[in-house]
């Protein structure tokens, strides 16, 4: 089946300040990879998404990146505000089936 | 609009006692799910439900029941709990068997068993 591995677990920055963060997969037929983030005391909710036949995708100041050939792919934010501190959890799965496979989490911590 | 709404929010269970965490989504959504999340290990799927009458078992399923009688209602069960089930328990739906749109999720659920 498939396993999601995702670094690093902490993370801090400085306001305004880029933070990325990394998540290999291990089934190659996975073909869909979300992202979620976890404000303390709430459940995850969706930020972005990307699907395997698209390299990159942005949403004003958040990105994912996914390179099929190495399964791996990335979260980056790009000018930090203390607002995107939460965690981060990084999912695949593969396209019509009904498992999403979450990695272990990344928190993010932005210091003003 | 309330989407996914998970009762109790927290609950404290004795060894061996059973109890039913609840799910209900307004939303029409076909696919529901239970995951469990623990520190440093992530959200871990339990059971999963493409629709009613449907159930299937995810990556950790053992000491769980589920059933789906109807399309909103999707409860978990813990027929003995045990001290390794404490975890905070999230319920998700999508509108999408294939998950191309992504879970709404519940608040949460924080169990402990002593």
């Known amino acids: 089946g498939e396993n999601v591995e995702q670094h690093p677990s902490t993370l801090s920055v400085q306001e305004g300040d880029s933070a990325v963060i990394k998540c290999t997969y291990s089934d190659s037929a996975s073909n869909y990879f979300p992202w979620y983030k976890q404000e303390l005391g709430k459940g995850p909710q969706l930020i972005i998404d990307?699907?395997?036949?698209?390299g990159e995708k942005k949403d004003q100041r958040i990105a994912v990146t996914l390179n099929k050939t190495a399964k791996h792919f990335s979260l980056h934010i790009t000018e930090t505000q203390p607002e995107d501190s939460a965690v981060y959890f990084c999912?695949?799965?593969?396209?019509?089936?009904?498992?999403?496979?979450f990695g272990t989490g990344t928190r993010l911590q932005v210091f003003p | 609009n309330a989407g996914v709404t998970q009762t109790p929010k927290f609950q404290v269970l004795k060894t061996g006692q059973s109890m039913t965490l609840q799910c209900a989504q307004d939303m029409n959504h076909e696919y529901m799910s239970w995951y469990r999340q623990d520190p440093g290990m992530g959200l871990r799927l339990i059971h999963y439900s493409v629709g009613a009458g449907i159930t299937d078992q995810g990556e950790v399923p053992n000491g769980y029941n589920v059933s789906r009688s109807t399309t909103e209602d999707f409860p978990l069960r813990l027929l003995s709990a045990a001290p390794s089930q404490t975890s905070v328990y999230f319920c998700?739906?999508?509108?999408?068997?294939?998950?191309?749109?992504?879970?709404?999720f519940g608040s949460g659920t924080r169990l402990t068993v002593v």
């Open positions: 998700a739906s999508s509108s999408d068997r294939a998950l191309n749109y992504g879970y709404t």
């Open positions: 999912a695949a799965s593969l396209y019509n089936t009904d498992k999403l496979i």
């Open positions: 990307i699907r395997s036949n698209v």
